[in-house]
C-alpha cells in the first residue's frame, strides 16, 4: 500500500530552489568532466593495446593464410615490456 504523508517541500523559496538547480548543475558537470577524463584513458589504453598486439595479430593472419612470414621470436609486446603507467595505477 501507498503511503500517504502530508509532507511540506523541503524548498521553501524561489532562491532555494535555484540554489539546487545551481548545484545540480555543478555536479553533473563535475561528473561529466570525469567520465570525459576516462574516455581518455580508455582510448589511450585502446591506442596502447592495438600498437602492442599488431605484431601478433599480423602473424595470426599470416597462420590462417598458410603462410606465416612473422616468426613468434619477433614478437617485442609482451606484458613485462609495458610502461610503468600502463599498469593502472595514476
Known amino acids: ?3 500517504n504523508k ?4 523541503s524548498l521553501q523559496s524561489w532562491d532555494d530552489v535555484d540554489k539546487c ?4 548543475g555543478e ?5 561529466s568532466e570525469i567520465e570525459a577524463d576516462m574516455n581518455i584513458a580508455i582510448n589511450e589504453a585502446k591506442e596502447r593495446a592495438d600498437k602492442l598486439s599488431k605484431p601478433m ?3 595470426m593472419k599470416l597462420w590462417l593464410k598458410g603462410s606465416p612470414r612473422i616468426p613468434r621470436r619477433t614478437w617485442t609486446a609482451r606484458a613485462d615490456s609495458l610502461p610503468s603507467d ?3 595505477s595514476a
Do not use: D, W
Not at 502530508?6 to 517541500?9: D, F, G, I, L, S
Open 86 to 88: 600502463a599498469s593502472g
Open 1 to 3: 500500500m501507498a503511503r
Open 27 to 31: 555536479c553533473e558537470i563535475a561528473i
Open 21 to 24: 538547480l545551481r548545484e545540480i
Open 6 to 9: 502530508n509532507m511540506e517541500p
Open 57 to 59: 595479430k599480423e602473424s
